[in-house]
Nanobody
Framework: VQLQASGGGLVQAGGSLRLSCAASGWAFSRAAVGWFRQAPGKERELVAVVSRGSTTYYADSVKGRFTISRDNDRKMVYLQMNVLKPEDTAVYYC????????????????????WGQGTQVTVSS
């Protein structure tokens, strides 16, 4: 079971990035997948979740700017990030909850069984 996050980088405020999370080794379609982030000196926080049934949840701080989506055939989850702000700067992690019920969007990081290695997003002002 592996998750591989990619797509981070340096972007100016107002710009966009798309993060990708590639899964391998298991029935990806049975997992809820979330994106979390952690900035230096801050707690890890949930950014967005897509359920097994493709329902979604967003943190208030990213609503209207970020979009999470999944492609079960390719075993991929994406996080499209638009109108980026300096406060979005963090290491972004994808994680999978393989026990999630079909349309639920788990928000507790302790529910997630597998984590990717993280990708750095830096937004300059």
């Amino acid at each position: 079971v592996q998750l591989q996050a990619s797509g981070g980088g340096l972007v100016q405020a107002g710009g966009s990035l798309r993060l990708s999370c590639a899964a391998s080794g298991w029935a990806f379609s049975r997992a809820a997948v979330g994106w979390f982030r952690q900035a230096p000196g801050k707690e890890r926080e949930l950014v967005a979740v897509v359920s097994r049934g493709s329902t979604t949840y967003y943190a208030d701080s990213v609503k209207g700017r970020f979009t999470i989506s999944r492609d079960n055939d390719r075993k991929m989850v994406y996080l499209q990030m638009n109108v980026l702000k300096p406060e979005d700067t963090a290491v972004y992690y994808c994680a999978a909850d393989v026990n999630a019920i079909h349309y639920t969007t788990p928000q507790d990081p302790d529910l997630y069984d597998y984590w990717g290695q993280g990708t750095q997003v830096t937004v300059s002002s």
